[in-house]
């Protein structure tokens, strides 16, 4: 399956800690390996439920509030979330009125035609028990084994950084004895506020392993 994540408005999930701590839990993975010198780990998702819509047409902006209304309560069992600095929601909603609490990173991927931005769900949500969205342009799938090599950087998630640490990526892939299975895919892990020297982003690149 091929993720995209915006850039500017996938950084809108995790806070406004001008100093980097969003408070938000980061998706659970196992690591596999890594290199610490350049800051590269392969990793394995198990299991992620993802909410997702497309960027294409109105863009990130858009596709960043539907998203954001979702978790806020556009959903079958008007599961509401926590407003703070950052954006927190609870940890079930199977109950209405339940809040909902969110994980990073926000995932974007794609082209211009079929780029999608995606909200990564609480690790105690399965593909059954998270809510429906009353917004038929949000869905709901669930990413299984999702093996991936990822480049962490700080900065900002501009065209630039990003095509930067996908090739150097993409080199080290190659140079390991790895076979990328996808595209490039951004990961945003802080609030517009953080200072650009203290943001965590990163770039993701799903590998062809059994």
């Not at 978790?71 to 599961?79: L, R």
């Not at 028990?129 to 799938?141: G, I, L, R, W």
């Not at 150097?168 to 996808?182: C, D, F, H, M």
């Amino acid at each position: 399956m091929k993720l995209l994540l915006s850039t500017a408005a996938a950084l809108l999930l995790s806070g406004c800690s001008v100093f980097g701590h969003s408070g938000v839990d980061d998706a659970p993975y196992t690591l596999i390996t890594a290199d610490d010198q350049q800051n590269i780990e392969v990793r394995r998702y198990d299991t992620m439920v993802l909410v997702s819509t497309s960027m294409s047409g109105d863009g990130r902006n858009s596709a960043f509030r539907k998203l954001f209304r979702y978790i806020g309560g556009e959903n079958e069992g008007n599961s509401t979330i926590a407003m703070t600095a950052p954006v927190f929601m609870g940890e079930q909603a199977a109950a209405k009125g339940e809040k909902i609490a969110m994980t990073a990173p926000v995932l974007m991927t794609g082209t211009d035609t079929d780029a999608m931005m995606s909200f990564v769900m609480p690790k105690e949500f399965t593909l059954q028990s998270t809510p429906k969205p009353t917004n038929p342009d949000v869905k709901v799938s669930e990413l299984t084994n999702y093996t991936v090599a990822a480049i962490q950087f700080s900065g900002t998630l501009s065209k630039r950084n990003v095509a930067k640490h996908s090739r150097l990526l993409q080199a080290w892939i190659a140079e390991n004895g790895y076979t990328a299975s996808s595209e490039p895919v951004e990961a945003g892990y802080n609030g517009p506020l953080t200072l650009p020297m203290l943001r965590k982003n990163e770039v993701l690149i799903e590998l062809n392993i059994p």
